[in-house]
């Protein structure tokens, strides 16, 4: 498994903007199709956005769409999520994942960084 590292949660008012950072600790990372995911207090895990290993191909949620967008970098082992026009439903604790092309599901998990948006 990959080790991975988020940063770039806070407090912001709605309507604000974050980006999000998550990077990897090995250069498979460039072979991992990446995902960002994110848990409300009493509510189960969801998906949120992730990204093909090159690139190439994107998907969100549709509560995100248009607000979000993930890239990646692989010459730096990270991947981003930038998220603009937050609401308070955003908040949540968001960690990113890595699943490899063996894997059946995202299998390396970050442990996840806090987004708290203010109305």
């Known amino acids: 498994q990959v080790q991975l590292v988020e940063s770039g949660g806070g407090l912001v008012q709605a309507g604000g903007s974050l980006r999000l950072s998550c990077a990897a600790s090995e250069r498979t990372f460039s072979t991992l199709a990446m995902g960002w995911f994110r848990q409300a207090p009493g509510k189960e895990r969801e998906f949120v956005a992730a990204?093909?290993?090159?690139?190439?191909?994107?998907y969100y949620e549709d509560s995100v769409k248009g607000r979000f967008t993930i890239s990646r970098d692989n010459a730096k082992n990270t991947v981003y999520l930038q998220m603009n026009s937050l609401k308070p439903e955003d908040t949540a604790v968001y960690y990113c994942?890595?699943?490899?092309?063996?894997?059946?599901?995202?299998?390396?998990w970050g442990q996840g960084t806090q987004v708290t948006v203010s109305s």
């Open positions: 990204i093909t290993w090159n690139g190439d191909k994107t």
């Open positions: 994942a890595g699943k490899s092309g063996h894997e059946p599901d995202f299998g390396s």
